[in-house]
Nanobody
């Protein structure tokens, strides 16, 4: 059973930056990985992901050019670097993983972290 633990959330002013981390109990190279978020009263949405099969990445239109996903296989940790944050980025952010070769944006994820709160407010 893969375990994922997020960290790095917090309160940041509009225009600021944050880096979220997700530590994995297993080798990230074995998985397609992604970041999701859920704002109050809204459905969960996919933010960004990396496909296991070819390393391709996906970004939601709302975060393109501002967010960047990466991973450090040596540390079994993935990251979401967020720049130019907006109030609408406020949400609980979750990392997830699945042992699948499907494109990451269409995968059904099996393993989830507990979430970390990101609040963008002045």
């Amino acid at each position: 059973q893969l375990q994922l633990v997020e960290s790095g959330g917090g309160l940041v002013q509009p225009g600021g930056s944050l880096r979220l981390s997700c530590a994995s109990s297993g080798f990230l190279d074995y998985y397609t990985i992604g970041w999701f978020r859920q704002a109050p009263g809204k459905e969960r949405e996919g933010v960004s992901c990396i496909s296991r099969s070819d390393g391709s990445t996906y970004y939601a239109d709302s975060v393109k050019g501002r967010f960047s996903i990466s991973k450090d296989n040596a540390k079994n940790t993935m990251y979401l670097h967020m720049d130019s944050l907006k109030p609408e980025d406020t949400a609980v952010y979750y990392c997830a993983a699945v042992g699948s070769d499907y494109s990451c944006q269409f995968s059904e994820y099996d393993y989830w972290g507990q979430g970390t709160q990101v609040t963008v407010s002045s």
